[in-house]
């Protein structure tokens, strides 16, 4: 058995490995090591194990040849370890430094002829990690998002209602005020509040009890969007509009302005984005 010296990551970039990259992604620290391993090892080796966003790049990769790797991650409580079954081992374990935590990895392979490989592919992973840590993410840690009833406002419509301009208007309103569009993230313990790119959850209904209804289904804080729109026809010509959100999303917006900074971008009827209409009630489309 071989065996490369323990290759150690700097402490800035372990830090965005250890929280803001994994919160970004929806997933965990190993799954976001393991992927950069895999983008790493291209198809000169196979990383094998993992699931969700490293079994995403492994296909997309395209990596069933090579060398199998075996990947554990240890996180800060490193255990003895040695060789598997594989042709390649990495160990990961995070080992705190004067300058803080730091990744430290031990390659580990069976045959002398590939140690130049595993040198090059372990200087291409951190340089692959580098690369993701030194992205402007937009992820930023923050206080748990507390439990609390949903928020809501119920708006009563009369006349003329366009329920295309009301999808356009959410979706240029969610875009406007960016906490709109924020969900909450745990890694490790630590509550990250990550900006994603959506579109406004945005429905029409049938339900002449659409305000208790919103109120009744729950927000997963880990998927955006925490605010909804629902629109129901309530009269001939009459419609009630509900938002609801997640208290945690507001961050000192009050609803209530959010629903008549709606109506105002209604008026300038914008075009919704994304998002397929066929799904809304043709009764609806034409008023």
Same mark, same amino acid.
């Given at each position: 058995? @071989?065996?490369?010296?323990? @290759?150690? #990551?700097?402490?800035?970039?372990?830090?965005?490995?250890?929280?803001?990259?994994?919160?970004?992604?929806?997933?965990?620290?190993?799954?976001?090591?393991? @992927?950069?391993?895999?983008?790493?090892?291209?198809?000169?080796?196979?990383?094998?194990?993992?699931?969700?966003?490293?079994?995403?790049? *492994?296909?997309?990769?395209?990596?069933?040849?090579?060398?199998?790797?075996?990947?554990?991650?240890?996180?800060?409580?490193?255990?003895?370890?040695?060789?598997?079954?594989?042709?390649?081992?990495?160990?990961?374990?995070?080992?705190?430094? /004067?300058?803080?935590?730091?990744?430290?990895?031990?390659?580990?392979?069976?045959?002398?002829?590939?140690?130049?490989?595993?040198?090059?592919? &372990?200087?291409?992973?951190?340089?692959?990690?580098?690369?993701?840590?030194?992205?402007?993410?937009?992820?930023? $840690?923050?206080? /748990?998002?507390?439990?609390?009833? /949903?928020?809501?406002?119920? #708006?009563?419509? @009369?006349?003329?209602?366009?329920?295309? &301009?009301?999808?356009?208007?959410?979706?240029?309103?969610?875009? *406007?005020?960016?906490?709109?569009?924020?969900?909450?993230?745990?890694?490790?313990?630590?509550?990250?509040?990550?900006?994603?790119?959506?579109?406004?959850?945005?429905?029409?209904?049938?339900?002449?009890?659409?305000?208790?209804?919103?109120?009744?289904?729950?927000?997963?804080? &880990?998927?955006?969007?925490?605010?909804?729109?629902?629109?129901?026809?309530?009269?001939? &010509?009459?419609?009630?509009?509900?938002?609801?959100?997640?208290?945690?999303?507001?961050?000192?917006?009050?609803?209530?302005?959010?629903?008549?900074?709606?109506?105002?971008?209604?008026?300038?009827?914008?075009? $919704?984005?994304?998002?397929?209409?066929?799904?809304?009630?043709?009764?609806?489309?034409?008023?």
């Amino acid at each position: 058995m @071989s065996t490369v010296d323990t @290759s150690v #990551l700097d402490a800035v970039t372990t830090a965005a490995l250890l929280g803001e990259i994994p919160a970004v992604f929806g997933t965990g620290v190993a799954d976001v090591l393991r @992927s950069a391993l895999v983008v790493a090892a291209g198809r000169a080796f196979t990383v094998d194990g993992g699931a969700g966003l490293s079994d995403t790049v *492994k296909t997309l990769a395209g990596q069933h040849f090579g060398p199998s790797i075996g990947f554990t991650y240890l996180g800060r409580h490193g255990v003895e370890h040695g060789l598997d079954a594989h042709a390649v081992e990495v160990v990961v374990e995070v080992q705190e430094g /004067p300058d803080g935590p730091r990744l430290h990895a031990f390659w580990s392979w069976r045959e002398p002829a590939l140690a130049a490989d595993v040198d090059a592919l &372990a200087a291409s992973w951190f340089r692959v990690l580098v690369a993701l840590a030194e992205r402007p993410w937009d992820a930023s $840690p923050v206080r /748990p998002a507390a439990a609390g009833a /949903p928020v809501q406002v119920v #708006l009563e419509l @009369s006349g003329q209602v366009d329920p295309v &301009a009301l999808c356009g208007a959410a979706d240029v309103l969610v875009r *406007k005020h960016s906490t709109l569009s924020r969900s909450f993230r745990e890694v490790d313990g630590a509550t990250y509040a990550v900006r994603c790119p959506a579109v406004a959850a945005f429905r029409m209904a049938d339900s002449a009890e659409l305000a208790t209804v919103e109120r009744a289904v729950p927000f997963d804080l &880990a998927r955006p969007p925490l605010i909804r729109f629902a629109l129901a026809r309530s009269g001939s &010509a009459r419609h009630q509009l509900v938002i609801t959100a997640h208290p945690a999303l507001l961050d000192g917006l009050r609803l209530d302005d959010l629903a008549r900074e709606l109506l105002v971008l209604a008026a300038t009827r914008p075009t $919704p984005r994304h998002r397929d209409l066929r799904g809304l009630p043709l009764v609806d489309l034409l008023g």
